[in-house]
């Protein structure tokens, strides 16, 4: 039972990525059209996207995802009884530390990873600001 848990749990952290990147797409107006689980990585597939700005929000679904789950689930581990059930260690290993430790390699700007676009919104973002402040400012 406890490897069909590990198991579980594994495929679990990638499809809560992957799921991230689909449900900001969706609140983005576009459409998720499959979400793959490989034994090592994942991808949704998604309509074409309108400009950058929005592909660079997708990216950062995946890795919101697994923080909104692992930070929780870590503190749970560290300050309940959850620690010591054996059932649930292979779910905290793997929703918990092991995703926790993936988001932030995700984050890194490597071809391939979500990190290559989900930075680049800053300096979209700043320029967005700075010409909203300069229209505001020549009205």
């Known amino acids: 039972m406890l490897a069909?848990?590990?198991?579980?749990?594994?495929?679990?952290?990638?499809?809560?990525?992957?799921?991230g990147?689909?449900?900001?797409?969706?609140?983005?107006?576009?459409?998720?059209?499959e979400?793959?689980?490989g034994p090592f990585h994942?991808?949704?597939?998604?309509?074409?996207?309108?400009?950058?700005?929005?592909?660079?929000?997708?990216?950062?679904g995946g890795v919101l995802a697994q923080l909104v789950v692992a930070i929780p689930l870590i503190v749970l581990?560290?300050?309940?009884?959850?620690?010591q059930l054996s059932?649930?260690?292979?779910?905290?290993?793997?929703?918990?530390f092991i995703s926790l430790i993936f988001a932030l390699f995700n984050l890194m700007p490597i071809r391939n990873l979500d990190g290559i676009k989900a930075w680049q919104l800053i300096s979209?973002?700043?320029?967005?600001?700075?010409?909203?402040?300069?229209?505001?400012k020549s009205a």
């Open 35 to 37: 979400i793959y689980l």
């Open 77 to 83: 581990n560290q300050t309940t009884l959850l620690a």
């Open 42 to 60: 994942g991808y949704c597939t998604l309509d074409a996207l309108d400009n950058l700005r929005d592909e660079c929000i997708i990216a950062w």
């Open 4 to 19: 069909i848990i590990t198991i579980c749990s594994y495929f679990g952290f990638i499809l809560l990525h992957e799921a």
């Open 87 to 96: 059932f649930t260690r292979p779910i905290v290993a793997f929703l918990g």
């Open 124 to 136: 979209i973002e700043i320029k967005h600001f700075r010409n909203k402040a300069a229209a505001k």
């Open 21 to 33: 990147h689909a449900y900001l797409a969706r609140r983005l107006g576009y459409r998720p059209r």
